[in-house]
């Protein structure tokens, strides 16, 4: 039961990554559609502005996310004491801080500089991607620290028997 759970895991993650790749790939097809209905009026300059700040708020998801993939990899090979986990964790944990500063930080230039403003479509997500980064970023600073004793007080038990 244990190992399809490890195996499930790691296939619901690389599906995400997948989708997320095939999503940010696709992404400027389905800016322009967007733009050429009726009810959504947006000029091609700010396509691509979009396409690029969406990019940039994406890049420490991904990395995030191939991190996962990896901390899954020593979860499934039987190795859960590896040193390298907490550091897998930590570095989620600095994607995830830096998500919340890139995402508020692309929403600020969108703003300031181009004009761009969605009202209640700009607020509540800066809110709760914000919310949601910070929570899962100090979750997991919080797991690598358990993590880093978990693996000291196995490595003390092994060198006493």
Sequence with gaps: MKN??????NIV????I????IMLAG??????SLSKTAFINIESK???VMTVGIYICAAPYVIALLNLK?????ITSKNPFCESIPKLINNIAYCSFSEVILFNLINMIFYFVFNIYFYALTIVPCVIVSFLSLAIGVFALVSS???EMAIDIKDENDRTI
């Design 4 to 9: 399809n759970y490890s195996k499930i895991l």
């Design 18 to 21: 997948i989708l997320t790749l």
């Design 13 to 16: 993650v690389s599906v995400g």
């Design 70 to 74: 990896k901390l899954c990899s020593h």
């Design 46 to 48: 700010y396509i691509t």
């Design 145 to 147: 620290k358990l993590f």
């Design 27 to 32: 992404l400027p097809f389905i800016l322009g």
